[in-house]
């Protein structure tokens, strides 16, 4: 099992910044690659961004593509979410993910994804 827990969401103004943090506790040395995926009030929940293990490869989705940034820190089993220039289209509960199977390239897609933590509010005023 691994558990995954949020933070870092909260309410800025159009063009902000905010840093979400997930850090992940029990069996994270069976934890792959790490991704962030958000849903917006009547929406379906998207992708986000993701990181592999080591933090070689990542991806993101082109809505968000040069504005946010993931990192991670293996030795604190953490992955951040940097989001920069945030527009109020960003508006949504964001979730942090986890892989516990090695799947190549890294994927976008939730289903890929073995657990997820209870998501945090990320509110962009305009």
């Known amino acids: 099992q691994v558990q995954l827990v949020e933070s870092g969401g909260g309410l800025v103004q159009a063009g902000g910044s905010l840093r979400l943090s997930c850090a992940a506790s029990?069996?994270?040395?069976?934890?792959?690659?790490m991704g962030w995926f958000r849903q917006a009030p009547g929406k379906e929940r998207e992708f986000v961004a993701a990181?592999?293990?080591?933090?070689?490869?990542?991806v993101y989705a082109d809505s968000v593509r040069g504005r946010f940034t993931i990192s991670r820190d293996n030795a604190k089993n953490t992955v951040l979410l940097q989001m920069n220039s945030l527009k109020p289209e960003d508006t949504a509960v964001y979730y942090c993910?986890?892989?516990?199977?090695?799947?190549?390239?890294?994927?976008?897609?939730?289903?890929?994804?073995?657990?997820w933590g209870q998501g945090t509010q990320v509110t962009v005023s305009s």
């Open positions: 029990g069996r994270t040395f069976s934890i792959y690659a």
């Open positions: 990181i592999s293990r080591t933090g070689g490869s990542t």
């Open positions: 993910a986890s892989q516990t199977r090695l799947v190549v390239p890294v994927s976008t897609t939730a289903k890929a994804y073995d657990y």
